[in-house]
């Protein structure tokens, strides 16, 4: 290939006479110079183009340090991290943040026959490797709840309404509109005293007469309806004063119908959903069936049912009621006895908040907003604990139920996953640790924190709801450090009066009374486990005791990795 040479010619005077005028007007604009004066304009770099802009690079975030023994009380028995003040409640923490199990050596002096109870809490949401650790030599042997009659293997009828109430409603609803509709059409027409209607029973899938009995009118407007299946009402089965006392429970001014409305608002109202019955003139509806016919008390005790919220379909949902409705069994009214029939009293406030949280956070801010089974659970026993003083002094469902089933469930329900819904299991009982756990709060952050929890939809993860809540109530506070103290409470049985922190205190607020629950008045029915577990389960506890110690206590423990060794001393 020839390649061509371009010949330079010599340039003319006139292009010599630019190229100098153009180099002096550089030198007059401080391109150059050699008078040695600076340039009365500064000299800007030339970035060339998509050069990336480099920053420094940021430290790394120093690892956690290994936990050490601490105080996690003041004014306590705690004086310092290896010192006992000899009488009172001492607890100290060790926090292991890291992701590896660490020893944690021990050495508290100033024990005389006091007793240790040593408290592992995990504090996430993933299971850890429980290490070897000598367990407590049992005092006698371990005995099953008495609460595990009152399941009566109905978990299952449970389970399936549930699940229709977290999410098989949507399936149902239609599209949701874009505004909340208040059209009356198909408004139900208001039934009277001594009508009769036809209900269908959820628990055997059949359909019962029933008659009005009463009805009445709560302080804001809202119809209250009882109805009674014919076949029970007898003198020695509903009766008339039975009527009359859940009547008088849930309809009159400041009663359970005042307290759910002054907690959480509205059980219905406008809804943006084409299938739900309409959002007015819609009376409450309390229907007494005798649910299995099986002549004895307990199991499914109440129920509320968000299919009987939606219109009667015959190919998509035949079986409605077409209510705003809870359910309440017949025969343990009459054949339970005081405990049972107080419990049908607190279970139409449980129920109630059922149906009150399916409006609020399902129907008004969507599906996603339902709460998982376990706080979902745990929101209703919380409204148990606020209700009960109100309705019966002498009752309190967190003291009297939930808290005394879970620590002697099987072996305590201690190592039983928050996360987990397993009701009357094979070794957990998940109403007696969600009910404890939501009682304890109750106590420690208020009725404030508890009405924050019911309208927050800060997020769909119900774990993150509920550390939010505790959060905005107690800004230094979290999920974890409020589990912690539950876990050191619970498992050792605190005395009472705990210090500040710990504990189930009374508390009075809001025309609420919440009574103390001391747990060593509990200590002869405790039962621990004595196998130690492969995994320290999610937000979950495992106490192990150390009776009678006296001088210095001296102990090393192996703390999993991201948990928590509570030490209390009492």
């Given at each position: 290939?020839?390649?061509?040479?371009?010949?330079?010619?010599r340039?003319?005077s006139?292009?010599?006479?630019?190229l100098l005028?153009?180099?002096?007007t550089?030198?007059?604009c401080g391109g150059?110079?050699?008078d040695?004066?600076?340039?009365?304009?500064?000299v800007?770099?030339?970035?060339?183009?998509?050069?990336p802009?480099v920053?420094?690079a940021?430290?790394p975030?120093?690892p956690?340090p290994p936990p050490?023994l601490a105080p996690a009380?003041?004014?306590?028995?705690?004086t310092d991290?290896?010192?006992?003040?000899?009488n009172?409640?001492g607890?100290?923490q060790?926090?292991?943040?890291?992701?590896e199990s660490h020893?944690?050596p021990?050495?508290?002096a100033?024990?005389?026959?006091?007793?240790?109870?040593?408290?592992?809490?995990?504090?996430?949401?993933i299971?850890k490797?429980?290490?070897?650790?000598?367990?407590t030599t049992?005092?006698?042997?371990?005995?099953?709840?008495?609460?595990?009659?009152?399941?009566?293997?109905?978990t299952?009828?449970k389970?399936?309404?549930?699940?229709?109430?977290?999410e098989g409603w949507?399936?149902l609803?239609?599209k949701?509109?874009d505004?909340?509709?208040y059209s009356?059409?198909?408004r139900r027409?208001?039934a009277a005293?001594?009508?009769?209607?036809?209900?269908?029973n959820?628990?055997d899938e059949?359909t019962?007469?029933a008659?009005?009995?009463r009805?009445?009118?709560?302080?804001?407007?809202?119809?209250v309806n009882?109805?009674?299946e014919?076949?029970e009402s007898?003198?020695?089965?509903?009766s008339p004063?039975?009527l009359?006392s859940?009547f008088?429970?849930?309809t009159?001014?400041?009663r359970?119908?005042?307290?759910?409305k002054s907690i959480?608002g509205?059980?219905w109202?406008?809804?943006?959903?084409?299938?739900?019955i309409?959002?007015?003139?819609q009376?409450i509806?309390?229907?007494?069936?005798?649910?299995d016919?099986?002549?004895?008390?307990?199991?499914?005790l109440?129920?509320?049912?968000?299919?009987?919220?939606?219109?009667r379909?015959?190919?998509?949902?035949p079986?409605s009621n077409?209510s705003?409705?809870l359910y309440?069994?017949?025969?343990t009214?009459y054949?339970?006895?005081?405990v049972?029939?107080?419990e049908?009293?607190?279970?139409?406030?449980?129920?109630?908040m059922?149906?009150q949280n399916?409006?609020r956070?399902?129907?008004?801010r969507g599906?996603k907003?339902?709460f998982?089974?376990?706080?979902?659970?745990?929101?209703?026993?919380m409204?148990?604990?606020?209700a009960?003083?109100s309705?019966?002094?002498?009752y309190?469902?967190i003291?009297?139920?939930?808290?005394?089933n879970?620590?002697n469930?099987k072996?305590?329900s201690?190592?039983?996953?928050?996360?987990?819904?397993?009701?009357?299991?094979?070794?957990?009982d998940?109403y007696?640790?969600?009910?404890?756990?939501?009682g304890?709060?109750?106590?420690?952050?208020?009725?404030?924190f508890y009405?924050?929890?019911?309208?927050?939809?800060?997020?769909t993860?119900s774990?993150?709801v509920l550390d939010?809540?505790i959060?905005?109530t107690?800004p230094?506070s979290s999920?974890?450090?409020?589990?912690?103290?539950?876990?050191a409470?619970?498992g050792?049985?605190?005395?009472?009066p705990s210090?500040?922190?710990?504990?189930?205190?009374?508390?009075?607020e809001?025309?609420f009374t919440?009574?103390?629950i001391?747990?060593?008045?509990?200590?002869?029915?405790?039962?621990l486990?004595q196998?130690?577990p492969?995994?320290?389960?999610?937000?979950?506890?495992l106490p192990?005791?150390?009776?009678?110690?006296?001088?210095?206590?001296?102990?090393?423990?192996k703390v999993?990795?991201?948990s928590?060794l509570?030490?209390?001393i009492?």
């Amino acid at each position: 290939m020839t390649h061509k040479l371009r010949k330079l010619s010599r340039p003319s005077s006139a292009t010599v006479a630019m190229l100098l005028l153009m180099a002096g007007t550089l030198g007059a604009c401080g391109g150059g110079g050699d008078d040695g004066k600076q340039p009365s304009q500064p000299v800007t770099a030339t970035v060339p183009p998509n050069t990336p802009e480099v920053t420094p690079a940021e430290p790394p975030e120093p690892p956690p340090p290994p936990p050490t023994l601490a105080p996690a009380c003041t004014d306590c028995g705690a004086t310092d991290a290896n010192s006992y003040a000899g009488n009172g409640v001492g607890v100290w923490q060790a926090i292991n943040a890291t992701s590896e199990s660490h020893d944690v050596p021990l050495n508290i002096a100033g024990l005389d026959g006091q007793e240790v109870t040593l408290v592992l809490t995990n504090t996430t949401g993933i299971p850890k490797i429980m290490p070897t650790i000598a367990l407590t030599t049992p005092q006698a042997p371990t005995v099953a709840a008495s609460m595990l009659q009152w399941d009566h293997g109905v978990t299952s009828v449970k389970q399936q309404i549930a699940d229709f109430n977290r999410e098989g409603w949507v399936a149902l609803a239609g599209k949701r509109g874009d505004t909340p509709s208040y059209s009356i059409r198909n408004r139900r027409t208001l039934a009277a005293v001594n009508d009769t209607r036809n209900w269908y029973n959820e628990v055997d899938e059949t359909t019962r007469s029933a008659r009005l009995v009463r009805q009445g009118t709560t302080s804001d407007g809202t119809t209250v309806n009882f109805w009674l299946e014919e076949s029970e009402s007898a003198p020695d089965r509903v009766s008339p004063a039975i009527l009359d006392s859940l009547f008088g429970s849930f309809t009159p001014a400041g009663r359970i119908y005042d307290m759910l409305k002054s907690i959480g608002g509205p059980v219905w109202g406008p809804h943006a959903y084409p299938n739900l019955i309409p959002a007015t003139g819609q009376p409450i509806d309390i229907v007494i069936l005798n649910f299995d016919r099986n002549g004895e008390p307990l199991g499914l005790l109440g129920y509320f049912h968000a299919r009987n919220a939606f219109a009667r379909d015959a190919t998509t949902n035949p079986h409605s009621n077409e209510s705003v409705s809870l359910y309440l069994d017949a025969e343990t009214l009459y054949l339970g006895g005081p405990v049972a029939f107080r419990e049908m009293h607190i279970t139409m406030a449980h129920e109630a908040m059922h149906m009150q949280n399916f409006y609020r956070r399902g129907v008004l801010r969507g599906p996603k907003h339902v709460f998982d089974r376990w706080l979902e659970e745990a929101s209703a026993m919380m409204m148990e604990d606020f209700a009960s003083q109100s309705i019966d002094a002498t009752y309190n469902a967190i003291r009297d139920v939930r808290f005394p089933n879970y620590i002697n469930y099987k072996a305590g329900s201690y190592n039983c996953s928050l996360l987990t819904w397993d009701p009357f299991g094979a070794a957990c009982d998940s109403y007696s640790v969600s009910g404890s756990l939501g009682g304890f709060l109750d106590r420690q952050l208020g009725l404030g924190f508890y009405k924050h929890l019911l309208n927050n939809v800060s997020s769909t993860d119900s774990v993150a709801v509920l550390d939010s809540s505790i959060k905005v109530t107690v800004p230094t506070s979290s999920l974890g450090e409020q589990l912690r103290r539950f876990a050191a409470t619970s498992g050792a049985l605190m005395k009472a009066p705990s210090p500040t922190g710990f504990g189930f205190p009374a508390r009075a607020e809001g025309g609420f009374t919440l009574p103390v629950i001391d747990p060593q008045a509990m200590v002869a029915s405790r039962t621990l486990t004595q196998s130690v577990p492969a995994t320290l389960q999610p937000y979950a506890s495992l106490p192990v005791v150390r009776k009678a110690v006296n001088g210095t206590y001296s102990e090393t423990v192996k703390v999993p990795a991201n948990s928590t060794l509570s030490v209390v001393i009492q």
